[in-house]
């Protein structure tokens, strides 16, 4: 049974930072490229940051140099680290799983505020 759990989500105060990880089971791991999407109320869901098998790395533009993501096979985790966090980056986020097919999270809800 293909699993991801996402957890680290939480209220953060604007400047702060967060940790987000997956923990993925039931398939494959090393030959996914992981990605977290995120979805704001009222707004598509989009890609914050992905990780290919080979652990190359891309970000959206709004949060590169702020977030950085990282994999590790060793443990089937995914992490999101997260810094200098503005209200905008509230939201759900989402662990996804690409191989030509896909699978998601539960999603864990961020928010920041004062």
């Known amino acids: 049974q293909v699993q991801l759990v996402e957890s680290g989500g939480g209220l953060v105060q604007p400047g702060g930072s967060l940790r987000l990880s997956c923990v993925a089971s039931g398939f494959t791991f090393s030959s996914y490229a992981m990605s977290w999407y995120r979805q704001a109320p009222g707004k598509e869901r989009e890609l914050v940051a992905r990780i290919s098998v080979g652990g190359s790395t891309n970000y959206a533009t709004s949060v590169k140099g702020r977030f950085t993501i990282s994999r590790d096979s060793a443990k089937n985790t995914v992490n999101l680290q997260m810094n200098s966090l503005k209200s905008e980056d509230t939201a759900v986020y989402y662990c996804?799983?690409?191989?030509?097919?896909?699978?998601w999270g539960q999603g864990t809800q961020v928010t920041v505020s004062s």
């Open positions: 996804n799983a690409y191989n030509f097919g896909g699978y």
